[in-house]
T-cell receptor, first 111, second 113 residues
Framework: GDSVTQMEGPVTLSEEAFLTINCTYTATGYPSLFWYVQYPGEGLQLLLKATKADDKGSNKGFEATYRKETTSFHLEKGSVQVSDSAVYFCALSDPGNQFYFGTGTSLTVIP | NAGVTQTPKFRILKIGQSMTLQCTQDMNHNYMYWYRQDPGMGLKLIYYSVGAGITDKGEVPNGYNVSRSTTEDFPLRLELAAPSQTSVYFC????????????FGPGTRLTVT
């Protein structure tokens, strides 16, 4: 079945460092891909999405490109801030509207 | 526009007690979901609903029940609470055909002792 695999955490970075969180997927069809963010003590929020190959989703300085050839949707940010400390979830929605979350990657940014 | 609201925010139950977690959305979303999130873990789908009167099991439905009498409300019932049900519970909703774009409530932190 369809699934999402994301890199294990936790990840600790210094402020202004470059961030990459890896996400790969397995799907039989043409899924849509998403990144969600969960700030401490809150519910999840949709961060960005891409609905077809080569699409780039972006929001709040974060970017991710839908790479069909490598079945990947890696999350990147050029310069992280302390306020980016959160748990990041990669997710997949298949054409049948089934939805799959990754296990989450915790990011801590230190000043 | 409040989005998805959940009550209560926190609750402590004794083993064997029952309770209902409330979830309401004001976005007229047909699809609604209940997840649980154990410490340091991802989300697991408990139940979901594609519209009023229609519910279906997710990955971990045992020990829970749901109902969907209106578009707005999707309560989750715990019968005979067990320590294994200690978790944070999230309700979410989405438009039909857009299951990937879910709106989450703030969560209910439940402890069963």
């Amino acid at each position: 079945g369809d699934s999402v695999t994301q890199m294990e955490g936790p990840v600790t970075l210094s402020e202004e460092a470059f961030l990459t969180i890896n996400c790969t997927y397995t799907a039989t069809g043409y899924p849509s891909l998403f990144w969600y963010v969960q700030y401490p003590g809150e519910g999840l929020q949709l961060l960005l999405k891409a609905t077809k190959a080569d699409d780039k989703g972006s929001n709040k300085g974060f970017e991710a490109t839908y790479r069909k050839e490598t079945t990947s949707f890696h999350l990147e940010k050029g310069s992280v801030q302390v306020s980016d400390s959160a748990v990041y979830f990669c997710a997949l929605s298949d054409p049948g509207n089934q939805f799959y979350f990754g296990t989450g990657t915790s990011l801590t940014v230190i000043p | 526009n409040a989005g998805v609201t959940q009550t209560p925010k926190f609750r402590i139950l004794k083993i064997g007690q029952s309770m209902t977690l409330q979830c309401t959305q004001d976005m007229n979303h047909n699809y609604m979901y209940w997840y649980r999130q154990d410490p340091g873990m991802g989300l697991k789908l408990i139940y979901y609903s594609v519209g009023a009167g229609i519910t279906d099991k997710g990955e971990v439905p045992n020990g829970y029940n749901v109902s969907r009498s209106t578009t707005e409300d999707f309560p989750l019932r715990l019968e005979l609470a067990a320590p294994s049900q200690t978790s944070v519970y999230f309700c979410a909703s989405s438009y039909p055909g857009r299951a990937g774009e879910q709106y989450f409530g703030p969560g209910t932190r439940l402890t069963v002792t």
